[in-house]
């Protein structure tokens, strides 16, 4: 039913004949005929928006090798979860988290019923558009924009304002929704994993409530294989009618040693394939790959697009990736090279 | 992929033919072909080991309906979740939770490598044997034995640990192994539901560590579709093996308000369908029933049948059913007689 799940007509039309493989419910090639999945990879490139590089065949000997039941990398299907991050390797994170755009743009609505933060940090400096200042606020002032933007409210509440931002929202640079700004080739890798009996999930730093509401029409994820940060909720009943009331309290950080932990808490299971862009996710690829019984892979986007996307790294205040990427090499993570890999970067839609 | 997993071969052979058809990953009968699945229906029992009663006939005219597309009462596959009580409405829960056996077992054990716990309360009380001074350390007592028990080692280990403990534990009164004790009835009404395009959760006060490692083979659910209490973990590496270690404190409590709580944090959808059989489900019933758009069902397992398993309700310590017995009348839901309803109570296996 998942699989059935994971396919929006939407992303039927838009995907390759592998993507409709992937969401025929029947047994899926690799998992259950893996002879017959092998031929269906010969007749059509599962990932067309990938260049024909050593990432891509990483990925397809990695996926060949777990779904051969004579292979001694060999992964039961019930095993084959793969987790990938969401901002900067599922869609766009620069200049900034679309998140966190829509927490500045809320407290910017929040301000009219709040004269006080014309005076009061960090929310003068959200409202005055004072870099400098939001920064000195630091991760401090950050819960306090967080909280401010994403609580005190109904989940229903939270639902339908998070989805007409993301309805109306563009990205500054490419003047799109960020819905359209979903990166193709990894569109098409999850459909890929999910033909071969793959569950995806994702696990990011961003809060679950927020990736809910465009998970499954952007990604063919459904919401309960998200996997982010939270806050408290708390069960209410007025006039007879029960609610989730989103108290200002942060509940979980799904970010660095908290992927595993978050992994853990709602997936149950140990991944087997791993896919992030930054520091933040160097605990999930650590804990994905130190895993034994078959094949394990790790995969980093590295964006060095600057033509296409963007071109960061080490030095980045956003998506920063370093540690990361100094302890691919001795770990054997793949580096995604955006510009070398990828054939095309956005979801045509 | 998930119907899959939830289909382990021992109760591919157990049960109906109609679950064999849930399992075959074929576009489940009413999501996208109501017509076969009705035929389907009129040609085998779906639930054999229900009598034909007014309750089986609530269960099979809800199910018709949410997945007629010609019925106003029709729910999307996608919004069709189904959750399940564990202790007292999956498998037995008298004289005591299996989980709290494992508990006191596990204080049993520890207590010789704790030799000041024969005079400190709770444990002494435990090591006696000695009810009423269990009792009287109440809640807070309860706490102290469940983190004694549950945490301080790592994920694995607690794990390997209760997977024994349910392999060796037999049932004082039943004197088989508590995962023989299963309901063969709510076996197969799982299977009819997850045949129907349902996706099934269990979601149980007791610790979801606990139940992940009987969940799938006792009752065809996955790990990632268990919802439960939960201790705190942390992510650490040691001598580069990485691990999750269980931290003595409580993370969540998924009993009673905190259902509708956990069910958001961990599924992200409001069920059609929700099966308790205690006061702690009363929240799951209300917020589920209390949803729109579609048929809603609650029902709840009233254990009366003092021959076959226990008798108990209004004044029972374990499984105290009053405030939900009271409101089911005005709330609608199906009260479903143990006696009456079911026509045999454990799986034979």
């Not at 090798?65 to 390797?89: C, H, I, L, M």
């Not at 961003?206 to 465009?214: D, K, L, N």
Request: glycine share 8%.
């Amino acid at each position: 039913m998942n699989s059935t799940r994971g396919c929006p007509r939407l992303l039927v039309l838009a995907l390759s004949t592998l993507f409709v493989l992937g969401c025929a419910s029947s047994p899926t090639p690799g998992a259950e005929e893996p002879k017959a999945g092998m031929e269906a990879e010969a007749v059509v490139d599962p990932l067309p928006s990938w260049n024909d590089t050593e990432s891509k065949a990483r990925i397809l000997d990695f996926v060949r090798a777990v779904t051969d039941p004579d292979d001694p990398a060999f992964v039961k299907p019930e095993e084959r979860v793969a987790t990938f991050d969401n901002d900067g390797t599922l869609w766009v994170e620069q200049p900034l988290y679309a998140e966190m755009a829509f927490a500045l743009h809320r407290i910017k609505d929040l301000a009219h019923v709040h004269p006080e933060w014309k005076t009061q940090q960090p929310f003068q400096a959200v409202i005055e558009g004072d870099k400098e200042a939001l920064l000195e606020a630091g991760a401090h002032g950050l819960v306090e924009i967080v909280v401010a933007s994403h609580t005190g409210m109904s989940a229903t509440l939270f639902d339908t304002i998070v989805t007409q931002w993301v309805r109306d929202a563009r990205h500054p640079k490419f003047e799109r929704p960020y819905t359209e700004l979903a990166y193709q080739p990894q569109l098409e890798l999850l459909r890929y994993l999910e033909a071969n009996g793959f569950e995806t999930f994702i696990v990011s730093g961003g809060s679950v409530e927020f990736m809910r509401t465009y998970a499954e029409p952007v990604y063919g994820i459904p919401v309960e294989r998200v996997v982010g940060s939270s806050i408290e909720t708390r069960y209410e009943v007025q006039g007879g009618k029960p609610s989730l009331f989103r108290l200002p309290v942060i509940d979980f950080v799904d970010d660095k040693a908290g992927k595993p932990v978050g992994i853990h808490k709602h997936i149950g299971r140990r991944p087997i394939l791993a896919f992030g862009n930054s520091d933040g996710d160097f605990e999930m690829l650590q804990w994905t790959t130190a895993g034994s019984g078959g094949a394990r892979l790790g995969l980093i986007l590295h964006h060095d697009d600057a033509q296409r996307e963007y071109a960061y790294d080490r030095q980045s205040r956003v998506g920063k990736l370093d540690k990361a990427l100094d302890a691919a090499g001795q770990s054997g993570w793949v580096i995604v090279s955006m510009k070398n890999d990828w054939k095309t970067v956005f979801s045509e839609k």
